[in-house]
């Protein structure tokens, strides 16, 4: 499985970006994606998932309301939209999935086993 991510930027605060995750190897009937961002000096930390056979979404309390990941199933790709962006969101973000995995794996790191290359986001105040 590879993953591949693009759509990162720079941006003002307030602006918005669409970040895409496009997945090769096989179909992806049994996995969540995820999005995780790293920002300068800070450890990589969960922002959203969603199943790929339900469409269930969960997302980190500080990109809720402001952010939204769906998928294409045609395309094999998973999004994230975000919104009304701020200087603090400025981070490489990165796309993941697991197979088969249960819920409470979804919000970790570990939980993922294929990892895109990360494309960067940065927000200006």
């Known amino acids: 499985v590879q993953l591949q991510a693009s759509g990162g930027g720079s941006v003002q605060a307030g602006g918005s970006l669409r970040l895409s995750c496009a997945a090769f190897g096989r179909t992806f009937s049994s996995y969540v994606l995820g999005w995780f961002r790293q920002g300068p000096g800070k450890e990589r930390e969960f922002v959203a998932v969603i199943t790929w056979v339900s469409s269930n979404t969960y997302y980190a309390d500080s990109v809720k309301g402001r952010f939204t990941i769906s998928r294409d199933n045609a395309k094999n790709t998973v999004y994230l939209q975000m919104n009304t962006l701020k200087p603090e969101d400025t981070a490489v973000y990165y796309c993941?999935?697991?197979?088969?995995?249960?819920?409470?794996?979804?919000?970790?790191?570990?939980?993922?086993?294929?990892w895109g290359q990360g494309t960067q986001v940065t927000v200006s105040s």
């Open positions: 993941a999935a697991a197979f088969q995995s249960t819920y409470s794996s979804w919000f970790s790191v570990r939980g993922y086993e294929y």
